[in-house]
Structures are given as structure tokens and as C-alpha cells.
């Protein structure tokens, strides 16, 4: 490789001793004017400094439930933004999200205090360990995290979520996995609704029965309320006359009787048809 040539110089510097007086004293003077600049510059950087640590001090921190807060937030976009389709992935991982494990997600959050993972229901005293929890409980919102998909299926996340803390570096990494859920199946119709079909349908056929049944007392009413009142009269005359006859007789009394029993029996279908 050839070596790089050096750039020509423009202008032959002068050595020292050639400089005159003059020229020396011009020298002197600008770089006292640069040097008194960037004292100014530098005056004025401190100041700004010194205004944004006063501005920084007045701002009071946001509290820890807040922050837990966001920290969801951005969990949950991080694993939307992982959880892709079928159509989108390769055939190795379209059978993951169809078989009983799942795809991996994972998710990072920098700078978690200790107090940000207690409000995020962790232990900082087992840091060291990975800790469980459920994702229908740990994301309030379960929508968030799950994507619906044209034919009505949908992916979700897993049941479980792993939490792991890195102290060192205030990091805490998220591990789960998400499923692809079919469309869910319509639900049956209740019982209750069976039965009110089947006491409706029971129901008709009485009312029938109770609407013939006030009609045939109606028209037996009419058709044989003058006989009944003749048979009346002949009852309430015929013991003062036949007081000492036979007792051949009572079987006519019985059988004049006998026709009174019919509005009878037709008012008793009446209320059976009204019972409930």
C-alpha cells in the first residue's frame, strides 16, 4: 500500500527570529482576545448548567405506582410488536404459535428501582431468582396484549409470565410466549329458555280447552236453563203431595236431579283451565 502524501503547504512559516516586533505584538493581542472569549463561553456555559440543576431540583420525581404503570405499557408493546401472524413467520415458528408451548416474547425495561418492583408485585429480595406471574393478572387490560385476526381467532399470550431482575445494570427482563386461539364457538341457548317454550306451548292447548269449555256451559245454560227451572217447581211441589208414597218414587227425583249436574261438571273444567 502506497503511503499517503502529505498535503503541500501554503505558506512557508516564518521562524522566530524572523518575526518582527510588529508582528509579535499582533500575535500577542489575538491570543489574548481568544483566551478572554472562551473565558466568557465558558462563564456563561456554567450558568446554564447551574439554571437546569435548580430546574431538575424543583421537579419533584414521579412516584413509584406511576412509573409501575408505564412500565406495563411498555411491556405490553413490546410484546405486541412481537406477536406476528402466521403469515409472517416462518414455517418452524407457524407451528410453535399452533402447538401447546407457544413463540417466545420477550421484553427489556432499563432503569427499575426497587420500589418500581415491589408496585409491580415482585420481590427485590429474590432478585436473584426468576419470578412468576400470571398474565390476566399482571396486565389489568388483557386486550392490550392480544391481537384479533380476520376470521375471528385471535393471539394471546401464555397463562404465565417470567420476571428477571439484573441488579447490576437496574434491568428487568420479561420472558412468555404466545398462542394462536381459535374462533370460540357460539354458546348453547340456556335451559330456562327451553322450559318458558315448553310452558307456552303447554299453556295453549288449556286456554282452548277453558275458551270450549265456557262456550258449551253458555249454550247449555241457554238451551236448558227453562227445564231446570220446571224441574225446580215439580221438586219443591211433589213432597207435599207424594209425602206418603212409596219409595219407588225417589229414583224420579234422582233423575230429574241428574240434569243440574252438567253446568256443574263444565264449571269445574272452568277452573282447572285458570290454575297455574
Do not use: W
Not at 154 to 161: E, I
Not at 169 to 180: I, P, R, S
Not at 204 to 209: G, K
Request: charged share 40%; hydrophobic share 35%; net charge negative.
Amino acid at each position: 500500500m502506497a503511503p499517503v502524501a502529505k498535503k503541500a503547504r501554503t505558506e512557508n512559516q516564518k521562524r522566530f527570529e524572523e518575526y518582527t516586533i510588529a508582528e509579535l505584538a499582533e500575535l500577542i493581542e489575538r491570543n489574548a482576545a481568544l483566551e478572554e472569549e472562551l473565558k466568557h463561553k465558558a462563564k456563561k456555559f456554567e450558568e446554564e448548567l447551574k439554571q437546569k440543576a435548580d430546574e431538575l431540583k424543583n421537579i419533584a420525581p414521579l412516584p413509584d405506582e406511576t412509573v409501575a404503570e408505564r412500565v406495563k405499557c411498555a411491556i405490553a408493546k413490546q410484546f405486541s410488536h412481537q406477536m406476528l401472524p402466521e403469515n409472517d413467520l416462518p414455517e418452524k415458528d407457524a407451528k410453535k404459535i399452533r402447538g401447546t408451548v407457544g413463540k417466545e416474547l420477550f421484553a427489556v425495561i432499563p432503569n427499575v428501582s426497587e420500589g418500581i418492583l415491589k408496585e409491580l408485585g415482585l420481590k427485590f429480595e429474590d432478585y436473584r431468582k426468576s419470578q412468576t406471574k400470571l398474565s390476566k393478572g399482571f396486565f389489568q387490560d388483557s386486550s392490550k396484549v392480544m391481537k384479533p385476526l380476520p376470521n375471528g381467532a385471535s393471539l394471546q399470550l401464555a397463562r404465565g409470565m417470567d420476571f428477571k431482575y439484573v441488579k447490576a445494570q437496574g434491568e428487568l427482563k420479561v420472558t412468555t410466549q404466545y398462542k394462536f386461539v381459535a374462533k370460540p364457538k357460539p354458546k348453547a341457548k340456556p335451559k330456562k329458555e327451553k322450559i318458558d317454550a315448553t310452558a307456552e306451548d303447554a299453556e295453549e292447548p288449556q286456554e282452548e280447552v277453558q275458551e270450549e269449555a265456557e262456550e258449551g256451559g253458555e249454550e247449555g245454560g241457554e238451551e236448558g236453563g227453562e227445564p231446570a227451572a220446571a224441574d225446580d217447581e215439580d221438586q219443591e211441589e211433589q213432597p207435599a203431595a207424594v209425602a206418603d208414597d212409596d219409595e219407588e218414587d225417589e229414583p224420579k227425583e234422582i233423575a230429574r236431579a241428574t240434569p243440574k249436574a252438567a253446568p256443574k261438571d263444565l264449571a269445574i273444567v272452568t277452573d282447572l283451565g285458570n290454575c297455574d
